[in-house]
């Protein structure tokens, strides 16, 4: 199926069914003309609103996910002009034309619980403010909200983490479920040196006053700026940052959380045993294709000619050094392949595969949830845009292990 969504959307007959293919998908698109589009792990995307624009009738959006990179939470992800129905439609934005949906959704894209008490129940206050009645949706058993149903407005949520071990970090998603879908994350640490914690206060949203919302249109804008965690808000770096939790097509600046070196490190929850997983690192020039074959940073490479990603033999993590890179290389590709374990195992044993990149602490995640039967998954591409160094989460992989992967990027291996 050809790639291009401008194409396939132009193409479609009116009052038809089309399904996009898999992917991320950079907009902005427009549709004029009444169509159901049917999303297969798609994602369209783009830096300013919208990344969707509606301007016909009859128009079905369904099993999509809409995002902005580079704009304000109160900018419009997806903007219509007529009535459209939406299933499961994930976004990452506000909308427009679509009724109380318009509303603020001021809820934080990442929750920090910090440190609590291991085994016994802890309580957490937030106040959030959603546009619509909301359904909760958290399906670790350990983590129960109250109420797990919101009106309109401003709301009270209480948060109880309980039978959570001191040897366990807490993370784990949440839905919250109006006619979209908005996917936050709630992280964690118990400590058997913390107190219980006992209505610790996590997040205060902004006072908003609903009675002046008319249910379409632009969004006001808060009486007060409010910190956001959306990402591109600046491109000046900020340390002060808490650790940005990245999802798959995610796209946001390197240096305003990294700087120019860093430190990569892979983990997991779960795996087996005989199990053994490397990581690979390709130095490439514009055309994606590698300098030469000591390009590729490995456990039988362990550093680059310039000294710009060096590979650790004593736990397998990857250092990487901007200052030092070679000024033909534009994309840096970190990628993780099973190199022991035998030829039946695969990215699907691994629970939660997550990498982090650190500098004096944890300051980007990503947990690549959506592999399934790959021996080989590309996590990160670290790429150059603009005379600007950005981050890519990635997450997909080869079923042919490294060998397509070195291939695609010039560079001979012995089969």
């Known amino acids: 199926m050809d790639d291009n969504l401008n194409l396939i959307i132009d193409r479609a007959r009116p009052n038809t069914e089309i399904t996009l293919p898999a992917g991320e998908f950079e907009g902005p698109f427009v549709i004029s003309k009444p169509l159901k589009i049917i999303g297969a792990t798609t994602t369209i995307w783009a830096k300013k609103s919208p990344a969707l624009e509606i301007r016909s009738a009859g128009v079905k959006l369904v099993n999509i996910r809409a995002e902005l990179t580079e704009s304000s939470p109160e900018d419009a992800v997806i903007r219509t002009e007529f009535p459209c129905d939406v299933k499961n439609v994930e976004i990452l934005g506000a909308v427009s034309g679509f009724g109380k949906e318009d509303g603020f959704f001021d809820v934080p894209r990442t929750i920090q619980l910090g440190e609590f008490l291991p085994e016994e129940e802890n309580s957490f206050k937030m106040t959030v403010n959603v546009p619509d009645k909301t359904e909760i949706q958290c399906d670790m058993r350990n983590v129960v909200f109250e109420p797990r149903t919101l009106s309109r407005g401003r709301n009270e949520i209480t948060v109880k983490v309980s039978g959570i071990s001191a040897q366990t970090y807490l993370y784990t998603e949440v839905l919250f479920k109006t006619g979209f879908i908005r996917r936050i994350y709630l992280f964690g640490k118990p400590s058997v040196i913390a107190e219980r914690a006992v209505n610790k206060r996590v997040y205060e949203a902004p ?131 099973i190199y022991a374990g035998g030829e039946a195992m695969n990215f699907s044993m691994v629970k939660n595969p997550r990498v982090s990149l650190w500098t004096d602490r944890e ?40 060998a397509r992967l070195c291939e695609s990027c010039g560079i001979e291996v012995e089969e």
């Open 207 to 337: 006072e908003r006053d609903y009675s002046t919302m008319k249910n379409a249109g632009v969004l006001p804008k808060a009486e007060s700026e409010v910190k956001s965690d959306v990402v591109s808000m600046s491109d000046k770096a900020d340390l002060s940052l808490e650790a940005l939790v990245l999802t798959r097509g995610m796209r946001v600046p390197l240096t305003k959380y990294l700087g120019t070196k860093f430190t990569v490190f892979f983990s997991c929850k779960e795996m087996p045993r005989e199990m053994d997983i490397d990581p690979y690192i390709f130095l490439l020039d514009e055309n994606g294709k590698a300098l030469a074959d000591s390009s590729l940073v490995f456990f039988g490479n362990e550093r680059s000619e310039n000294g710009e990603a060096v590979y650790s033999q004593k736990d397998g993590h990857v250092e990487i050094d901007l200052a030092k890179i070679d000024y033909r290389v534009k994309k840096i590709t970190l990628a993780y392949s």
């Open 363 to 402: 300051r980007v995640s990503f947990v690549m949830n959506e592999l399934s039967d790959v021996t080989t998954a590309v996590s990160f591409e670290f790429y150059v845009y603009k005379g600007e160094w950005k981050i890519s989460a990635i997450g997909a992989g080869y079923r042919d292990g490294m």
